[in-house]
């Protein structure tokens, strides 16, 4: 009778970590910023139990391309996100990497080509107008009780330095439907869908456009 211990998935991900290949990878990679690397990604899986079960390699290289990005691991910043994924083909969890409305607008300030990037909320009785050829619209934000009406939407716009400028509406109901359609733990009922639904409304509108 085998009395071999299942491990958890923390133990796993610890079991890596200490692996000798895997340190000699990060020092590769990461050189000096190693230490702070592993510290925020042992924070990061340590405060989400879904996480730590997922294979620990894939928690590892999302975690990767944050810092290829340089952007920080704490989800609370909403820069970016590791979200734990069911890869139902072979049977596993796996770590997602994802950017978060934060990170794309760092992106792109980074790039030097934005003039002007932001996304915001819409309110009932704020569009006046929609251009049946271009399809965009014109707002007019209310004057009084903002916060009391009811938001139907959200609108991202850019304009870039050499003056090409884009906006896109989306509907509550446009951006729920696109959630349910690309977002696991949404149809599962949590994850960020459920716990920042606005935030996930504002990332995926400036995402979109």
């Known amino acids: 009778m085998s009395t071999e211990v299942k491990k958890t998935g923390l133990q796993k991900f610890n079991a ?18 190693k ?11 340590s405060s989400n139990k879904l996480l730590s079960e997922c294979d620990p390699s894939t928690i590892m290289f999302s975690c990767l391309k944050a810092t290829a990005l340089s952007l920080p691991l704490d989800s609370n910043l909403g820069f970016c996100y590791v979200i734990p ?15 978060g409305k934060s990170g794309f607008v760092q992106l792109a300030l980074r790039s030097g080509q934005f003039e002007t990037l932001n996304v915001r909320d819409v309110r009932d009785g704020e569009i006046i107008d929609e251009d049946f050829l271009s399809g965009e619209y014109k707002f007019k934000r209310l004057a009084k009780d903002r916060e009391k009406a009811k938001i139907i939407g959200y609108v991202a716009y850019f304009k870039l330095t050499n003056g090409f400028h ?23 009922g949590y994850g960020l869908w459920v ?13 979109r456009l």
């Open 85 to 99: 994924y069911n890869d139902r083909k072979n049977n596993t969890q796996v770590a997602t990497f994802q950017i």
């Open 166 to 188: 884009k906006q896109l509406y989306m509907t509550n109901e446009e951006l729920d439907a696109h959630g349910s359609k690309y977002s696991q733990t949404k149809r599962k």
């Open 35 to 45: 230490e702070t690397f592993v510290s925020n990604m042992v924070a990061l899986v």
């Open 195 to 207: 716990d920042n639904k606005e935030s996930m409304y504002e990332k995926t509108c400036i995402k």
């Open 16 to 33: 890596m970590l200490e692996n000798t290949r895997t340190q000699d990878y990060l020092n590769t990679v990461l050189g000096s910023k």
